[in-house]
């Protein structure tokens, strides 16, 4: 039995220090969202975020959009030119895949500096990459509304989890502690 231990120490490592990470990262914005009161439909701070910066970014690009909290749920609707086209709940924020991203990185951590500097860096542009996805449904909604569920559960949730597959590839061949053994 030691010996099974002694031959897949890194496996069972990297599987210890994933799944703590998760579970404490997903422990903790339970936790963040329990603030919040469900009773008023009182959306959280990070989907209120994510809905602000998909209306700045849709305001860039001329759109005449507004947002307003939804009188049902803790969410935002959307609205262009006065039609409600979407509404954003707190599933579109993607902390959930920032949480799964992070557990990722640290369980292949390298240096403290250097895997701190690669999650706020990850996080960041999966928030930007998740904005900019939300508005391009948006306009996907307005101009081909036809392929709603395509582009809503297929396309788009391939792409910001191909983008973390991607960031994790990245990590592990450029600046994990395993790139540097194997180099």
Same mark, same amino acid.
């Given at each position: 039995?030691?010996?099974? +231990?002694?031959?897949?120490?890194?496996?069972?490592?990297?599987?210890?220090? +994933? +799944?703590?990470? &998760?579970?404490?990262?997903?422990?903790? $914005? !339970?936790?963040?969202?329990? !603030? #919040?009161?469900?009773? @008023?439909?009182?959306?959280?701070?990070? @989907? @209120?975020?994510?809905?602000?910066?998909?209306?700045?970014?849709?305001?860039?690009?001329? $759109?005449?959009? *507004?947002?307003?909290?939804?009188?049902?749920?803790? =969410?935002?609707?959307? $609205?262009?030119?006065?039609? =409600?086209?979407?509404?954003?709940?707190?599933?579109?924020?993607?902390?959930?895949?920032?949480?799964?991203?992070? =557990? +990722?990185?640290?369980? #292949? *951590? *390298?240096?403290?500096?250097? @895997?701190?500097?690669?999650?706020?860096?990850?996080?960041?542009?999966?928030?930007?990459?998740?904005?900019?996805?939300?508005?391009?449904?948006?306009?996907?909604?307005? $101009?081909?509304?036809?392929?709603?569920?395509?582009?809503?559960?297929?396309?788009?949730?391939?792409?910001?989890?191909?983008?973390?597959?991607?960031?994790?590839?990245?990590?592990?061949? /450029? &600046? *994990?502690?395993?790139? /540097?053994?194997?180099?």
């Amino acid at each position: 039995m030691e010996n099974y +231990f002694i031959k897949y120490k890194p496996f069972l490592l990297f599987l210890g220090k +994933f +799944f703590l990470t &998760y579970l404490l990262l997903t422990f903790l $914005y !339970q936790f963040y969202l329990n !603030q #919040f009161d469900a009773k @008023t439909f009182e959306p959280d701070g990070f @989907t @209120t975020l994510v809905a602000k910066h998909t209306k700045t970014t849709l305001e860039l690009l001329n $759109y005449n959009v *507004s947002m307003a909290p939804h009188s049902k749920e803790p =969410s935002y609707k959307m $609205y262009i030119d006065n039609d =409600s086209v979407v509404r954003i709940v707190e599933g579109c924020n993607a902390v959930s895949v920032v949480i799964l991203f992070v =557990s +990722f990185i640290v369980a #292949f *951590s *390298s240096k403290l500096k250097k @895997t701190l500097l690669f999650i706020v860096c990850g996080i960041l542009l999966i928030h930007v990459l998740n904005v900019a996805r939300i508005a391009a449904l948006i306009l996907g909604l307005i $101009y081909i509304p036809e392929y709603e569920h395509i582009m809503h559960d297929i396309i788009f949730p391939l792409f910001i989890y191909g983008v973390v597959f991607g960031l994790w590839v990245l990590w592990i061949n /450029k &600046y *994990s502690h395993y790139a /540097k053994k194997t180099a």
